[in-house]
């Protein structure tokens, strides 16, 4: 189903709501994919959203859970029978229920707890001691694992057994009898395999794994430089703990990437913004998190006043430089944020290491006296075509040549050195960069006006 | 290998090289990860890096060169000997071989392809005919698909003889006598079905496919929103013409976020920067991309200067207001990223639709009235702590307030208007934003303070 032809779906499922027409909307449903009804649901209000999960068949019901956002999913999940709740739980996967449950208040995560069956309850309560955004938060444990001496006759027969659970049965991961990871096989080299065979005569050896500690961001970068449909996280004693798998990797990347963009626009926690529902809470947690940056940027603001105050008599006697101080502080603003922004990208991933560092400031240096030459020739002509002095002209050109040459260069060493001194350079380099450059800007620009007016 | 032991490593492979130990070496090497061992080889020069690849087995080598980028896989690829020529890329994979021609000039596919067999060299040909980015371009021919009517047991022996060479397995795709796609079984549900039954009972027909035209981006939207493994491309007839593995869907998202945040930053097409091995190469590509925008900000600074123009005389009579132009504009600028980012970001990841428009709208309007207020505040105590001049103080304080509500609401519109008229929102929208933003914030400023100066 394509976006564009969303709505048209939407209207339907409409209709059909209206018209209380359960058996054609039953069968309508149960056509469609889990992550298409989700989005149905989403856009509809409570009341409907119960009527039509009602309708849909257990699997599919739990799919569709699997889909919601945690409150939207707590609240369809309260409004169903004890059995139907029983049911929906035991089939939803162990990794999707401690998502749900992470941003839940604590007795609302118990509540939903006691409908798990015993083993899975275990399983959610220990999965959710993890920190967030770690391995261990992510990962579930229902895989797939065989003992190192089976043969593959016995272990495809394991398989079959446990297939209907599994979050995934592609990698079969085998231990050894102190339940420590030894190795891997892929059920395609389990079905190409002489059935006589023991597996550890077959498995993969060259294991890549995740600690159960680390980062998200790790794991989506392993498996993604890997290629793999699924990671194995150990814990410090090379004990398999679970797996991750690519579909939730895929979520990870999308929202790492959407993150760094907000941090990128100094607004770094605004998770919010998307799953809460009423809009004064998302205004205020937008607000808490875009004012700290406001703040800073306020400070620089007032100290580039300070530095100007210094200038206030060339700035009286010649008002006309004063024009060119919003297309200095822009040009300046725009070559360091092309920069930092670069710079930032490459940091983020990986491409920056070593030798790298010397190469892109090497880059963008260069980048920056060229087309500040060029911007500065532009510049001085237009100057003088509108009129202005002469000399007004030649300083806003020599101005601007300096400005964008100290900017590229301000743009690309800041993220350089968050990153070296352990702060997040995606967060901290916008408001820095920026005030960095208006004040050596606006120094550059004034403190050589005052010295060229002087000499005339 | 984490990212903080590779210098390690490569320092270690370096040693060896110099030692010659060859045995050594190659036992080193059959140990490790062939994306590894790419990273290695982009680390070394030529001769090493030829010296290298030579001791890698066949199956390796392959792996290593679909790692590399387009320039290095063609000049390992034309050291080799005929013989290995022709083992790697019989084993490489059609969807990588073609990856790799593609950046390639038209002669050096042409030699490629002569080495590889008639079947595979059809392929890739056919397989180049699409348009970059597209979903044909991007598929490889190396599928499982059966007839409908065989049975479970026939279709996993099928499969057995096909696996070697299949791109995966662990979709199995369905066609009709005229090759045209009904079904789809996964690997998992082939084995746990009774092996007399036929295919089209067991089948999955709710089929999510994507057209040989699709864009990439909307390809990897698919695989992700259906938590895909791979994904079947068909033609107008409805005919199975290939599959998109979710590896490849791994790297299309990675690259899609680069992409955004390098038009973001008004640099829109920067791909040259990472692959050109001379540096003078690779900045006159930065320079071409970014200068387009840098001049777009100059004709927007030149239009401020001329506004500024006719407020010349109240500048030169009270020099102190040109102290907050930074300050000012700063603040502007900032509020209006902030904003803009975030309907950006929200209208790639298909966050805005319908009504979702009117409430971003509102969210963000809210967000820069009270931040404006807030800071406002600040500013006129700062400006009179500083000893300027009350009326000034009042003047700036107005001035923000009205500035950053202007500037959320310039920043959420722009991208919005531009999403509409279908130019991309992206790259647009920050060259025009800060431009608006200016040129209201600077006419609010000045004319408030000309008309309430002129009062006094």
Chains 1, 2 share one sequence.
Request: glycine share 4%; with cysteine; hydrophobic share 45%.
């Amino acid at each position: 189903m394509r976006i564009v032809k969303f709505y048209e779906i939407l209207a339907e499922v409409e209709a059909m709501i209206e018209s209380n027409d359960d058996l054609k909307l039953h069968t309508y449903l149960e056509n469609m994919h889990a992550a298409d009804i989700s989005e149905i649901l989403e856009n509809l209000d409570e009341a409907d959203q119960i009527y039509l999960f009602g309708l849909l068949s257990d699997e599919l019901a739990t799919e569709v859970l699997e889909e919601l956002n945690s409150e939207d999913f707590s609240s369809l999940l309260h409004a169903l029978t004890y059995e139907k709740k029983v049911a929906v739980l035991d089939l939803m996967s162990q990794d999707e229920i401690v998502d749900k449950l992470s941003d839940l208040p604590e007795n609302r995560q118990k509540e939903i707890i006691a409908f798990l069956d015993f083993e899975d309850a275990e399983d959610v309560k220990e999965l959710l001691v993890y920190e967030d955004s770690t391995a261990g938060r992510l990962m579930t444990k229902d895989f797939v694992s065989i003992q190192k001496n089976y043969t593959i006759y016995y272990a495809i027969e394991t398989l079959r057994a446990i297939a209907p659970d599994a979050e995934t049965i592609y990698y079969v991961y085998v231990t050894d009898d102190q339940e420590r990871l030894v190795g891997v096989i892929s059920l395609r080299e389990l079905i190409v395999s002489a059935p006589n065979r023991t597996v550890s005569s077959v498995m993969n050896e060259n294991l890549i794994t995740v600690h159960v500690d680390d980062d998200q961001e790790e794991v989506a970068q392993i498996v993604s430089k890997y290629d793999l449909l699924a990671v194995p996280v150990v814990d410090s004693e090379g004990i398999l703990q679970g797996i991750i798998t690519v579909d939730d990797v895929l979520d990870i990347i999308e929202e790492e990437a959407t993150e760094d963009f907000y941090k990128f626009a100094g607004s770094s926690d605004e998770e919010a913004y998307e799953h809460d529902t009423t809009l004064k809470v998302r205004v205020f947690a937008s607000i808490r998190s875009r004012l700290p940056w406001l703040i800073v940027t306020i400070f620089g603001g007032l100290l580039s006043a300070s530095v100007l105050a210094y200038f206030e008599k060339t700035i009286s006697a010649n008002a006309s430089l004063a024009l060119f101080m919003p297309l200095l502080a822009g040009m300046g603003g725009n070559v360091g944020t092309q920069s930092s922004t670069i710079t930032v990208r490459n940091i983020a991933t990986h491409e920056i290491e070593g030798t790298g560092i010397f190469k892109t400031l090497i880059h963008e240096i260069s980048v920056g006296l060229i087309v500040g030459i060029v911007c500065a020739l532009i510049v001085a002509v237009a100057a003088i075509i509108m009129e202005t002095e002469y000399h007004i002209a030649i300083i806003v050109g020599i101005s601007m040549w300096a400005n964008m040459s100290t900017a590229a260069t301000i743009g690309t060493i800041v993220p350089l050195v968050f990153k070296k001194i352990g702060v997040d350079p995606a967060v901290a380099s916008a408001p820095f960069i920026t005030t960095t450059i208006d004040l050596t800007g606006l120094s550059i620009y004034f403190t050589l006006a005052t010295i060229m007016l002087a000499g005339l």
